[in-house]
């Protein structure tokens, strides 16, 4: 029975101290997210838009935190940072972000590091996409085999 609640003690202790380094970890990771001030936001022209809809609020609280996203509609392009706590994002164009990277130089380094990583993978789904269609146009059947054919 001793050997049993020595056990039990030991798993419970074993558990919670878990659960403290897990927490800790989790505050040293969350606090190592860099924030943007707000304020800095909206006086470099970024406008404020409020999430009303449930559909927009899933997809605020989505995004990444601390960073600020590039984002094209309609051709034009447009710089996003999520604010999740208030339901809300700050958006700018070119030339908003263009301000902050000046206020903000190691941004630069991220953003540039992100775009070649994207870029590589483009350039290689691409390759792959011109071998398979270069294999379907040398296939006169595309695909068909004289079974399917009834042969």
Sequence with gaps: MTHFL???RG???A???TMTMSMFLVGGAMAATPTIDDKELTELGFKVLVAT???QQKWVKAMSPGKIRPMQRNGKKF???PDAPKN???VGGPNEY???RERHPASIKDTQAVADKNAAYRIKQDQVMR???TRDLSDPFLGISWFDLGY
Aim: with cysteine.
């Design 79 to 81: 710089f996003i940072y």
């Design 98 to 100: 263009a301000a902050f």
């Design 88 to 90: 809300q994002i700050y």
């Design 11 to 13: 798993c419970i202790l």
């Design 131 to 133: 071998k398979a269609t």
């Design 6 to 8: 020595h056990s039990l």
């Design 15 to 17: 558990a919670s101290a």
């Design 53 to 55: 809809t449930e559909v």
